[in-house]
């Protein structure tokens, strides 16, 4: 059974930084590329940033770009988001997930339950 | 940064058909294919249609998606009340080199 758990969200300070991860299992975990998706409350889906299978090739929203990173550690099935620079603008549930294959364009088919990130003075 | 619009709402009586539309460009829509997430509430999206109108495993038939140049169409047919839930559109954006998401549409059983 595919799983993706998050974790990392907290109340952080305008300015401050914050990793978010997702432990992910049931599949073979370097075989796809993996995403983070947000939702402020009470508004819809934004994408945030995807990266390929190898971690060789990242793609970022302009909204998070220069402020954000993402990587992956293959080896213990994991995916993270440093967040940088936090904006009260970026509070949100995070989610993780997955895509159905190796290819930037593809689409989702796991969706973890989501860390939320509130960041507030 | 939502560049797929669709309408904040829809709504349909137990049985009856709701259509949902999410309008793109050129970039998008128009050059990729598009696929559809259900939010129930309080939970975390789910795969509903894929490239156009392949339905994953599991999603009943009455869920159907079409693409016709940048816009692209869910239809509900025979509404239900488990249907009620936010719906989303996404496609690759090859100008954008990103994923962008339809607006959403909250659709309600009445």
């Known amino acids: 059974e595919v799983q993706l758990v998050e974790s990392g969200g907290v109340v952080v300070q305008p300015g401050g930084s914050l990793r978010l991860s997702c432990a992910a299992s049931?599949?073979?975990?370097?075989?796809?590329?993996m995403h983070w998706v947000r939702q402020a409350p009470g508004k819809g889906l934004e994408w945030v940033s995807l990266?390929?299978?190898?971690?060789?090739?990242?793609y970022y929203a302009d909204s998070v770009k220069g402020r954000f990173t993402i990587s992956r550690d293959n080896s213990k099935n994991s995916l993270y988001l440093q967040m940088n620079s936090l904006r009260t603008e970026d509070t949100a549930l995070y989610y993780c997930?997955?895509?159905?294959?190796?290819?930037?364009?593809?689409?989702?088919?796991?969706w973890g339950q989501g860390t939320l990130v509130t960041v507030s003075s | 940064q939502s560049v797929l619009t669709q309408p904040p709402s829809a709504s349909g009586t137990p049985g009856q058909r709701v259509t949902i539309s999410c309008s793109g460009s050129?970039?998008?829509?128009?050059?990729?294919?598009v696929n559809w997430y259900q939010q129930l509430p309080g939970t975390a999206p789910k795969l509903l249609i894929y490239?156009?109108?392949q339905r994953p495993s599991g999603v009943p038939d009455r869920f159907s998606g079409s693409k016709s140049g940048t816009s692209a169409s869910l239809a509900i047919s025979g509404l239900q009340s488990e249907d009620e839930a936010d719906y989303y559109c996404?496609?690759?954006?090859?100008?954008?080199?990103?994923?962008?998401f339809g607006t959403g549409t909250k659709v309600t059983v009445l």
């Open positions: 490239s156009n109108n």
């Open positions: 049931g599949f073979t975990f370097d075989d796809y590329t």
């Open positions: 050129s970039s998008n829509i128009g050059s990729n294919t």
């Open positions: 997930a997955k895509a159905v294959g190796a290819t930037i364009q593809d689409y989702f088919d796991y």
């Open positions: 996404a496609a690759w954006d090859d100008s954008l080199n990103g994923l962008v």
């Open positions: 990266i390929s299978w190898d971690g060789g090739s990242t």
